[in-house]
Each structure stands twice: as C-alpha cells, then as structure tokens.
C-alpha cells in the first residue's frame, strides 16, 4: 500500500482519516515495511467497515492484516446496539472460534528427538487431518445440542479432559447463551462425524521447543523456560463453523435491506444487533464456538493419549487457549465512560492486560496468554495482553521514531526486569488499544495458488526435514499452499504488535513436529 494515503501517528500506527460515508477513522497497526507489503483490500476494507451503523472509536487492522471476506484478516470492530450497532457474520469468519490451544509437557527437546520419529506418526496416525476428515466420535441429536451448549465443559463431563483445563481457556470453556437451535440442521449434520478432527487449510498441531525468553518474570508466571517442549493446537469449528457463516450471510443480506443498511461491499452483510437475525446469528455463532472449544478439548486428550502411551514421563496440563475468531460482549472504557460492546475481532486476538477479572486469577498478575502460530517452519510466539498503564512504556509512544537506544531504556526500566513473585504497577483500567486486541498469525503474503505455483508439497517437507521438523499431512499440494514462504515474517508481526503496544513479547518456540490439515 501507499504510506501517502495514511495519516502517521507513529512507526507503528497508520490512519485513515474520516471521508465519504466513513463514520470513524481506521487504523492500521504495523511497522512501515508490513504497510508497504499489504495489498490495497486491506485499505479498502479497513475503510468500509468503518462505515457501519453503530461504530464505536475505530475500525482496526493487526500487524498480520491481509484480505478477507468482507473485513480483513486482522480486523477489529466493536458496535454498540444502543447506538444502532451491529453484529456481522463476515466480521466473524467462516471458521469460527478458530483458536490456538497451547500444552506443556513437562519435557526438553533432548527427551523428544529419540522418539521423534515415533511420535511424529503416531500424532498423525491418532489426528485426523485434512479436508472433510472424520473422526471416531459420533454425535447424535441430543449430544449434538448438548455440546454446542456446553463446549469444553462437555466433553470433559465425558472424560475428555479434567476441571483444570476449563479455568485456562476462555469464558472456562463454555460460551453462554449459546442457541443450538438457531444452528440449522445441516450444519449439524456436517459436524456430526467431525469432532475430534484438525481439518485442513491452516490448521495444525505442532510439537514445538521454547528457544527464547523474552520476559522473564511472565514467562515464569506462565510456566515457561527455554528448552521446554510445548505443543500447539490450532483449529475450530469445521464444517458447522463454515456453514452458519455461510447461512446467516445469506440472512444478513436480506436483513441490511430491511433496515435501511447501506452496504459498501456485500461481503460487509450484517444485522441490528437487537434484530431477530442479529440475536438469531449471536445465538448460532456463540454454539459454533462452543463446538470449536469442544474440538480442541478432545483433540487435547487424544494428544495426552499419545504423550502417555509413548513418554509415559510427560504431563501436558494447559496454558491457555484462545479463539480469533469471534464476537463477544465486552466492557470498555471509551472516552472515560464504560460501555458495553459487540466486539467483532476475525483473526485477531483477545489480549486482556494484568489484572482483567476474565484472566483466570493465577495468570492474572501477567495478563492474558496471547498465542501466535507460525507456519510449519517458522517460529510460533506466546504474548501476553496489555493494560493501558502498560501499553504507555511501549517505545513507538515515546515520540514515535524510538531509536534503540531508547527501547533499551524502556526495557531496563520497564516490566520486563520487575521483581518475581512481585505484582506488576498497573493503572486504573481504562481505554485500551484496539479493544485490547492483538494479531494471531503471520498473516498470509499470497494466496493459496500462487504459493501451490510456488512450491511443490515434498520438496517443502524434505526442506524442512533437513532442518529437523517432521511434517506430516494427507495432502502434499495443502503443504504447498501452507509454504512458510507463503506468509508474511511471523517476527516481524510480532515485533510491530509489541512495539504498538498490543502485547509484549513473552518466549519464542520453534517446531520439532507438525501434523499438518
């Protein structure tokens, strides 16, 4: 994109001011080199959502930004229904509640490489992956609507998983007001057999070894240290997720003509927030994340199975587990006053800072477990969310251009060198950045087929077996189309979001094994 059609409000943060129909500014949060690689859609897109009814302080783009359907990938909206505000399936996704579960193991690297081989069929063998991949569970009416109701509370009542997992993953695992019946029979039926499955595209489970702490304080906090084997699940709510998307767009369309919407862009299809269709969707969406949450649950236990049966010495309790793809009702304090709001974030991530009351309490000294995949030979990250007192010591706020000298500055005096076992300084929570909302990924630099005319699927998994990472997936021309190369610089994202002051960077892990979808 073009840096002149921005206003620049520091290195890492980029305006669109208001024009034509634009009800609030958009911003971008990315360093000059990322604004320059995105495509022009993300401008565009950014800037149509910024025209919806009932907008509230911004429209935003993460550092990992790239086109979507209807909001980009890394976009960020909130909407206040008593301002008319509404509720968008395309600010959603289609894969909904997509999220990155990750696990300890109590091991080190050199506990994994005899066994690695092993352990990399094994996983693949007890994972199933790949497009329309099904599983051994199948679900019946009743248990169907049961688990969209309870998500990851449910399936550990059937012995996927114990009362622990549920106080590290959000809402504890079970979205309420979840509406199974505004879940149409065929996204049921698509989900019937898919429990327990990774799916394909950009899903993955990963074995990966910690190489680098960046905080050491959080990263105790967080129960990680370098050398420690960790293992990443990224998924969500397969064929049911797609299908509810697909249906209530079709719905929203029909419902924004109704309601006098003008639409920028089809895509951008959405309803009232208080309309029948936009409780109808919220209702529909939020048993979709309880199926995604499900998901990753019992994917959790068949891991653990695998761990025990093959390093019986393993033990793989949960960090955390966070979605990024949703909607949900928030707090905020917006212009000194709380409001609460429909935070839309599609690939993005929520990053609550230290202190929030939804961080479970014994993470809640160090703020919100932020996770950031890789891509299969890049480095996958674990930040941590950010309150405003906080996010004021990021260096990009000290005049904009922060020269290294002043980031060392920041670093020494800030919270990266606090006392353990001693609570960071925070301020009274007030407005955050982006709704406290940070990246999720790399972010895509191409489209799947440019990067399968780019790479050749066994010359990608020979490549990355020289550097020691096993991948293994039912589908060599997924593995091109996933290519690290087909990514943006996962650390460079990383580093814009930290130095815009979304998260801060806790530990830096590197993949040892990859079931690939």
């Known amino acids: 994109m073009d840096t002149a059609l921005f206003k620049r409000r520091s290195d890492y943060e980029w305006e669109i001011e208001p024009h034509g129909p634009m009800r609030v500014p958009a911003i971008i949060y990315a360093d000059e080199a990322l604004i320059r690689a995105m495509d022009h859609k993300v401008y565009e897109q950014a800037v149509n959502v910024a025209t919806l009814p009932g907008i509230v302080k911004a429209s935003y783009a993460m550092p990992d930004a790239h086109w979507g359907y209807g909001f980009p990938i890394g976009g960020v909206a909130a909407f206040d229904p008593d301002e008319g505000g509404v509720v968008s399936a395309g600010g959603v996704g289609f894969d909904i509640s997509c999220g990155v579960r990750c696990l300890h193991t109590g091991l080190v690297k050199d506990d994994i490489l005899p066994v690695q081989k092993a352990l990399a069929d094994i996983l693949y063998h007890q994972i199933p992956a790949g497009l329309g991949s099904t599983g051994a569970i199948r679900l019946n009416t009743a248990e169907m609507d049961a688990m969209l109701t309870g998500g990851a509370k449910w399936a550990v009542e059937r012995g996927w ?16 007001h979840a509406k199974p019946g505004h879940v149409s029979e065929h996204a049921k039926k698509r989900q019937r057999d ?49 299908q509810i998307g697909t249906e209530y767009l079709k719905k929203m369309v029909i419902a924004a003509g109704q309601y006098g919407i003008r639409l920028p862009d089809r895509e951008l299809a959405c309803a009232p927030i208080n309309s029948d269709v936009g409780q109808e969707y919220l209702g529909a969406m939020r048993a979709a994340i309880n199926c995604a949450l499900a998901n990753r649950q019992i994917l959790t236990h068949l891991v653990r199975q ?49 202190n929030h ?20 030979g890049t480095g996958s990250y674990v930040l941590a969310g950010l309150n405003e007192g906080e996010a004021a010591d990021a260096p990009t706020l000290m005049g904009g251009r922060a020269s290294v000298a002043s980031r060392a500055t920041v670093s020494a005096r800030g919270p990266r060198t606090r006392v353990p076992g001693v609570p960071p300084i925070t301020s009274p929570i007030g407005e955050t950045r982006a709704f406290s909302s940070a990246c999720h990924g790399a972010g895509r630099a191409m489209s799947r087929h440019q990067a399968h005319r780019t790479w050749k699927g066994r010359e990608v998994i020979d490549e990355l077996a020289s550097r020691g990472i096993l991948i293994r997936s039912p589908s060599s021309r997924g593995v091109a189309e996933e290519a690290p190369g087909a990514y943006k610089d996962v650390s460079a994202v990383v580093d814009a979001a930290e130095h815009a002051g979304l998260a801060r960077k806790v530990a830096r892990m590197e993949p040892l094994v990859c079931v690939k979808g």
């Open 194 to 242: 898919e429990m327990g499955t990774l799916g394909s595209g950009n899903h993955y489970l990963e074995v990966q070894h910690v190489t680098e702490i960046y905080d050491a304080r959080i990263a105790q906090g967080y129960g990680l240290k370098p050398g420690d084997v960790v293992i990443s699940i990224h998924c969500g709510s397969r064929g049911l997720g797609h």
């Open 306 to 354: 695998v761990f025990t049966d093959l390093v019986p010495k393993s033990r793989l309790p949960l960090l955390y587990d966070v979605s990024h793809n949703t909607c949900k009702v928030e707090k905020h304090v917006v212009d000194g006053k709380e409001r609460e709001l429909y935070i839309h974030r599609k690939g993005a991530t929520r990053a609550f800072g230290p």
């Open 161 to 176: 998983g114990g009362e622990a997992d549920l106080d590290r993953i959000e809402e504890r695992g079970q979205m309420k």
């Open 357 to 376: 009351p939804d961080v479970p309490a014994v993470l809640r000294p160090y703020g919100q477990p932020v996770l950031i995949g890789g891509s299969m």
